[in-house]
């Protein structure tokens, strides 16, 4: 008999140890259930949040999965990726690109300007597209992800003018240079945006870095990172990044930021990897050229899109995070929508779509344009700021 077998302090204690691992999965379950993956009635959106839980738990109880269909999926991404080059000479796969254009349901253009985005992420990081591997420990929810904005999603603020700051204070270019790109970010965030506001933030941007040394700007970078910008963190959002990445899952940052500085702040926190605007580099200096697109609006959603066709993520199985109306297209593409710190207008599209909304700001403070006059004061604000110590 199993009395007779087991001294009654060895049944005991095994009888404690299933109890205990029985709480922390009821407690694991209810905590990712209530907090990551809540019930929003689109049944792709349970079923995703249902088989991020069920990882989560097979990983508290030691379920291995096979490295080999890993390893297999990867090989099948690189090859794919290979074939996928847009600017590979002749185009010789133009139709396979077309027809991956059709079944993802973006334009032909668009899917292309998206692969080039992943390709140019790629080479800023040094060949690689992933920046960090995941915890060994963790079985992987091989086509699952998260997608995360950073300006006010993951830090508070914008992420370009830190940059920019820390980038003069370091004499990488004067005041001057700064303040015209300084005016039309805040004309973003003030009076709305429109396509020749973004085109010309676009050059002025490029037009910034041209003929600098790309070592010379990541060094600086990193250098920024650490002395104003990880203090800015929501640790709100941060803790949803790492919810994500302990159910198993990819954490991408998807932001109009440079590539360089978005992967700085991935590779910093642990996440996967990290998609920005991408400036074209040869011999180690900046041109002056933009490759793809600029990670602003449409430009995030195909760049996701590309990512999901290399990575072999299934969008309705993914989610993804923004604080901004401009994002609605990458948050309409993916399972699961999540407006953090949203503005006016994300706010009412996410109660319109039955979208969760979290709030991590301790205050929240509404600012009304008036126009241009309101962006120019705003615009010399910043100008003080960007020169003050």
Known sequence: MLADRYPLSERASN???????????????????????PTR?????????????????????GSNYSAGVAEVASETQSTQWQALNPDAPNDPNREAINQLARKLDVPDAALRDGLRNLHGASQAAGGVNKLNDPDPSIPQDVGAA?????????????????????????????????????????????????QGDIDQGREQALALVKGHKVSELVS????????????????????????????????????????????????????????GTVAEVEDGTFTGRMVGDML???GKQHAVVALSAYEGLDLARCTAYSD?????????KVGTAVAVNPDTQLRKAAQRNGWEIR????????????????AAGAAAAGGYWILRK
Request: glycine fraction near 10%.
């Open 324 to 332: 901004s109306i401009n994002d609605i297209p990458m948050l309409s």
């Open 220 to 275: 600086m970078a990193e250098e920024i990172w650490a002395a104003s910008i990880s203090e800015r963190i929501f640790p709100g959002t941060k803790e949803l990044a790492d919810m994500h990445l302990q159910a198993g899952h990819q954490v991408w940052l998807v932001t109009a930021a440079p590539v360089q500085l978005a992967q700085i702040i991935a590779r910093e926190l642990g996440f996967t990897g990290a998609l």
């Open 146 to 194: 998260a997608f995360f904005d950073v300006d006010n999603t993951l830090i508070k603020g914008a992420s370009i003018l830190l940059f920019a700051r820390g980038l003069v204070k370091r004499k990488f270019f004067g005041v001057g240079e700064v303040l015209g790109f300084v005016w039309k970010q805040l004309r973003f965030r003030l009076s709305g945006e429109n």
């Open 296 to 298: 602003h609006g449409p």
């Open 15 to 37: 009888l404690e140890t299933v109890s205990t691992q029985s709480t922390i999965r009821s407690r694991v379950r209810a905590f990712l259930s209530r907090r990551v993956f």
């Open 359 to 374: 709030d991590y700001r301790r205050s929240r403070k509404v600012v009304r344009a008036g126009g241009t006059a309101a």
């Open 41 to 61: 009635g689109e049944s792709a959106q349970v079923q995703a949040g249902e088989a991020a839980v069920q990882h989560a738990l097979q990983s508290l109880g």
